[in-house]
């Protein structure tokens, strides 16, 4: 019940196309979704969040879709640029325990 | 500027000896965590620490050991029992309240020779 499934491992986009990352879960006490971005040699950094008392959430060409029935949400990339290019992580986490359970990750390239 | 520094950024280790790897963040978080990226491959929890003189195990924990004497510093230690420590190591801090995200410093390489 803690895992999160994220999809798909890889993902090409042509630049200025859309890249559209899915996570679902299945404990549904999660409370907090966040998603990282993580470039080759470094650490990954918090990108956008989200919590289920909305559908939606956006910041500037980052979007976060949250569908609380379905247990799913995910990650629109507009505009995509080669700058894009990055390994991406979805992960949720509940109130009564900090630690965040991480998808598997997604290898985005963005081709100019 | 308040993050999380992990030093070495390169270390390199031979057959049989332990390293130990720093970690330090200065941002006041109460919970630390370890974790353990291969070349594409996602993040696995080595061990974390919601307080100080505390730590549990996580996925992973074999042939690694931690300490938390203070709250600022996390170090984990690579034993000669991890038969497989080449991989990038991440350390990460979130604090106890508000925001559950985390922060994470810019990794460690670790190579055996």
């Known amino acids: 019940q803690q895992q999160v499934k994220q999809s798909p491992q890889s993902l090409i986009v042509q630049k200025g196309g859309i890249s559209i990352i899915n996570c679902a879960y299945e404990?549904?006490?999660?409370?907090?979704f966040p998603w990282y971005q993580q470039f080759p040699g470094k650490g990954p950094a918090l990108l956008i969040a989200?919590?289920?008392?909305?559908s939606e959430k956006k910041e500037g060409r980052f979007t976060i879709s949250f569908n609380k029935s379905a247990k799913q949400f995910s990650l629109h990339i507009m505009d995509s640029q080669p700058g894009d290019s990055a390994t991406y992580f979805c992960?949720?986490?509940?109130?009564?325990?900090?630690?965040?359970?991480f998808g598997s990750g997604t290898q985005l390239t963005v081709l100019p | 500027d308040g993050g999380i520094t992990q030093s070495p950024k390169y270390l390199f280790r031979k057959e049989g000896q332990n390293v130990t790897l720093s970690c330090e963040q200065n941002l006041n978080h109460d919970a630390m965590y370890w974790y353990r990226q291969d070349p594409g491959q996602g993040l696995r929890l080595i061990y974390y620490s919601q307080i100080v003189n505390d730590f549990q195990k996580g996925d992973i924990a074999e042939g690694y050991s931690v300490s938390r004497e203070k709250k600022e510093s996390f170090p984990l230690t690579v034993t000669s029992a991890q038969k497989n420590p080449t991989a990038f190591y991440l350390c990460?801090?979130?604090?106890?309240?508000?925001?559950?995200?985390?922060?994470f410093g810019s990794g460690t390489r670790l190579t055996v020779v």
């Open positions: 989200i919590r289920p008392d909305v």
């Open positions: 992960a949720a986490s509940r109130r009564s325990a900090r630690q965040l359970t």
């Open positions: 990460a801090s979130s604090p106890d309240r508000g925001n559950y995200g985390y922060t």
């Open positions: 404990n549904t006490a999660f409370d907090y």
